[in-house]
């Protein structure tokens, strides 16, 4: 059973053999914090303690250690509260105490919200405990889910008001989490457009560290993710825990270190401009937040978000479907195009063994560069004379997918959505609406937006043979304000735009459930667990310069896994960074997530043409590994010199693994230089190629059988001596394959 009541101690357990929450109901009630973090098989009678009483005038009045799992202020609790509510007569203090519980089996939906989810056979469980303040008639329902198989707890809290004046929440987190001491380093994603989720490490210091957003987006600048590490942490050793919420909007992750030198753990909607009022019997929902532990080091935390997110937060057929290798005409047309040529590009895709040709930006209203047409989502048949129905069907009959480019959440000031309806676009009236990328926001928390977006879009999808869509949002919000939201409500803005995105994507997945969705937001700037579980891939960045591709996949890849990371080969000088690197580098760096091109494949000479068609082949046949593999991080871009990355992916079974090795310039006189790997088994004799294949001095020093303990102890030669002037040059890299070979073993 992964919950328990003991109704003699009061305490709950919540675990597997991965990971414990022990909380206890306290003397006067409330609910308190007895252990997070590392399996527990029994604990002393701490839980006797009784919260609160009276405490030294200048300390928290609750004893540290013993600290509450809804901690709110005005009580003598100073730190930062999980939620704060202000009550009619303007006050803010609560006092909660417990009412009931409940333990159920799986785990119940969020309304309105993107959340994971238990598969019969889980052995999931849930519990609810209902906390109430007597005076207020406040109730706060925690959530807990616990899966058998993953060191994760995943919490949400509910907050209803049973009272008889209205309520306002200006702060709820979904998690608060307090640990005992402040020996940590925090981790954070961290970055810009074009650099999105470079790993940041920084000690805890006193006081509140964090990382938030106040764009509407969850954003390129911080992901909705925070680990706290061991200081000694390694990718195979050490304590660490991960925070991350599935949630696409304004969010806020923070570690604060308080005057004992515990920390509290904070994760939720950003408190910073929001307010939510509760009518009477009105309740509302947080986000959910995923709660990981490990004492195996990093590799093993990403594991766990890994396999959750790829299994239990993606859905729909193609969450296992393998995903398809794609074309995107972005970068190799932008907006000058029409038929002809992207028949032209298509065709080439398909003699180059691509499976899905992705129309992006500028098909539709007058969009000949990005200042029109947003929001008129009908073909313009200037360019496109035969509709998108008869670009797809010709695109099929070369034997191609075909997939389109939508962008529902904006509006071009040039566009018949505006003319039609101005008043939908996010602005304040009496305020000029600032322009971000020549484009405003569509006010996404009206339902009659939601529904002119559905039905247009519906009627899009169902024109033609659509099998794919990229969702994109390319700007930040500026001036929040909803139109159709009371002045004392304007704080609820943010939320119900999210919660009005969630509307739209959930109708339009559920009505094409065929159709594989990847999100956007200008690269990499809303890739967070609340879009994987309506669009289980994102496109990682518009940065597809192999060298940086190194550190964005490297820092994605601490909370998502292969198969959410969209990466493609564009053409070189590379459009973000003007750096040249070898074709094979760009796929030895795409590989390691969903492939697709970008670039104009009427424009390759034919070696660059031979070898994309070699990179497919290679990718279609190890797809499922790249995709949905166990992905290892080996060794790191941020690491000694950063001149060298290197990463695998191990199948299930461990019996097929694919290595990339990346170095970024060309050291002389390197020596021998040893990679080991991880995750094989060392029983098993593997057959290692290496590609690109031929007579390179790395294959010659490789290329063979070789045993899983030897690989994981000696390793694979990467800086094979012997290199002819040819083959030496900055930015290389090579891909190992490994199969089992069990006529060696
Ligand atoms: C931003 C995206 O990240 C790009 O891939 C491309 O779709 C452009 N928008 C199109 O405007």
């Known amino acids: 059973m992964p919950i328990t009541w003991n109704a003699s101690t009061r305490e709950f357990r919540l675990g597997n053999g991965s990971v414990s929450y022990v909380l206890t109901v306290l003397e006067d009630g409330s609910l308190g914090t007895l252990h997070f973090g590392a399996p527990l098989h029994g604990m002393g009678a701490r839980g006797a303690k009784p919260a609160g009483g009276a405490f030294h005038g200048f300390s928290n009045r609750l004893d540290e250690p013993v600290a509450l799992e809804c901690p709110t202020p005005g009580s003598g609790d100073y730190r930062a509260p999980a939620l704060v509510v202000e009550h009619a007569d303007g006050s803010s203090v609560l006092q909660f105490a417990y009412r009931a519980h409940r333990i159920s089996p799986g785990k119940p939906p969020i309304p309105g919200l993107p959340a994971t989810y238990a598969e019969a056979g889980d052995g999931a469980e849930t519990l609810e405990v209902e906390l109430v303040d007597a005076r207020s008639a406040t109730e706060a329902t925690l959530l807990y889910s616990v899966f058998r198989e993953f060191p994760v707890v995943v919490r949400s809290m509910r907050i209803r008001n049973a009272g008889k004046e209205a309520l306002r929440i200006r702060c709820v987190m979904s998690a608060s989490v307090d640990l005992p001491d402040d020996d940590w380093l925090l981790l954070t994603l961290s970055g810009a457009w074009g650099r999105e989720r470079h790993v940041q490490v920084r000690p805890l210091r006193p006081g509140r560290q964090s990382v938030a957003s106040v764009r509407g987006a969850s954003g390129h600048e911080h992901n909705p993710f925070l680990a706290l590490t061991r200081s000694h942490i390694t990718e195979t050793s050490g304590e660490a825990i991960g925070v991350s919420l599935v949630y696409s909007g304004n969010f806020l992750a923070e570690a604060e270190v308080g005057l004992y030198r515990t920390t509290r753990l904070r994760i939720g909607l950003n408190p910073e401009g929001f307010c939510w009022t509760l009518a009477p019997g009105e309740e509302l929902a947080t986000p959910e937040a995923v709660l990981a532990y490990t004492s ?54 398909s003699s180059l063994g691509i499976e899905l040709f992705v129309l992006d930006d500028g098909w539709f209203g007058r969009r000949d560069s990005d200042d029109s047409s947003l929001g008129d989502w009908i073909v313009d ?32 000031k040039r566009s018949e959505l505006f003319e039609q309806h101005p008043d939908w676009a996010i602005g304040i009236p009496g305020r000029e609406r600032t322009e971000g990328r020549n484009q405003y926001v569509l006010d996404m928390g009206r339902p009659e937006v939601v529904e002119h977006l559905y039905d247009a879009l519906s009627q899009l999808l169902a024109s033609a043979p659509i099998s794919y869509v990229k969702w994109d949002m390319n700007r930040s919000i500026t001036e929040p304000y909803s139109l159709a939201l009371p002045p004392e409500r304007q704080g609820e803005f943010f939320h119900r735009y999210m919660l009005g995105v969630y509307d739209l994507y959930r109708r339009l997945t559920t009505a094409f459930p065929e159709v594989l969705f990847e999100s956007c937001a200008g690269g990499g700037g809303r890739f967070d667990p609340g879009m994987l579980a309506f669009a289980p891939q994102t496109w990682t960045s518009d940065d597809t310069d192999a060298v940086e591709r190194l550190r964005i996949q490297w820092g994605t890849s601490l909370c998502y896994p292969p198969s959410s990371m969209a990466a493609h080969v564009s053409a070189v000088p590379n459009h973000q960074t003007g750096r040249i690197t070898p074709l094979s580098t760009r796929a030895a760096v795409a590989f390691f997530g969903v492939l697709g091109y970008e670039l104009d494949p009427t424009a390759l000479s034919p070696e660059d043409a031979r070898e994309i068609v070699a ?39 461990r019996r097929h693994g694919a290595v990339g090795y990346y170095r970024i310039l060309n050291p002389p006189n390197p020596g021998p230089r040893l990679l080991r790997l991880r995750g094989l088994e060392p029983d098993q004799t593997y057959r290692v190629s290496v590609w690109p294949d031929g007579d390179n001095a790395i294959a010659r020093a490789n290329a063979g059988q070789r045993r899983g303990d030897e690989l994981m102890a000696v390793g694979l030669a990467v800086d094979a001596r012997g290199t002819s002037l040819a083959e030496r040059g900055d930015f290389s890299a090579s891909v190992f394959l490994l199969d089992a070979d069990d006529e060696m073993t």
């Open 615 to 653: 990179q497919v082949v290679l990718y279609k046949e190890h797809r499922e590994l790249f995709q949905g593999g166990r992905f290892l991080r080996l060794r790191s871009p941020l690491d000694g010199d950063r001149n060298e990355t290197a990463w695998m992916v191990v199948s299930a079974d």
């Open 381 to 412: 048949r200037r360019k496109l004379p035969n509709g998108i129905d008869g670009l797809a069907r010709r695109v099929e009959e070369l034997g191609l997918r075909f997939g389109l480019w939508i962008e529902p959440e904006m509006v071009s």
């Open 296 to 349: 195996d080091g990093l590799g093993t935390l990403s594991d766990a978000y890994h396999r959750l997110y790829r299994t239990r937060l993606a859905r729909g057929v193609w969450r296992d479907r393998p995903r398809p290798v794609l074309l995107n005409n972005w970068e190799g047309t932008y907006f000058a195009f029409d038929e002809a040529r992207l028949i032209a590009m298509a065709e080439a895709a």
